[in-house]
């Protein structure tokens, strides 16, 4: 059975950082990529980051770059996304998925197969 949770999101001041956990369960990093999306209120998700199966690459939406890191743990079969210089509007709810095989950028949401409930993330002063 695959599983996919989230955990680390919380409450941080602009300029502030956090570091997301997705932990997953029923397969392996070898035959899926990780991605990270986000949804604020009334807006759609939104690609953040992807790291794509065997460790062969990763992307970051334009709005990211430079301030967020993906990378993953194999043994603890857990994805992070390390997330610095934060900004108000980073503010949203972030969710691990996972798509069979390699991605090649962010992606959409209909590339992916399996979903996490997600971990709440609020930037403010």
């Known amino acids: 059975e695959v599983q996919i949770v989230e955990s680390g999101g919380g409450l941080v001041q602009p300029g502030g950082s956090l570091r997301l956990s997705c932990a997953v369960s029923g397969f392996s990093f070898d035959d899926y990529s990780i991605g990270w999306f986000r949804q604020a209120p009334g807006k759609d998700r939104e690609g953040v980051s992807c790291i794509s199966s065997r460790d062969t690459g990763t992307y970051y939406a334009d709005s990211v770059k430079g301030r967020f890191t993906i990378s993953n743990d194999n043994a603890k079969n857990t994805v992070y996304l390390q997330m610095n210089s934060l900004k108000p509007e980073d503010t949203a709810r972030y969710y691990c998925?996972?798509?069979?095989?390699?991605?090649?950028?962010?992606?959409?949401?209909?590339?992916?197969?399996?979903w996490g409930q997600g971990t709440q993330v609020t930037v403010s002063s």
């Open positions: 998925a996972a798509q069979r095989g390699m991605c090649y950028g962010v992606g959409s949401i209909y590339e992916y197969d399996y």
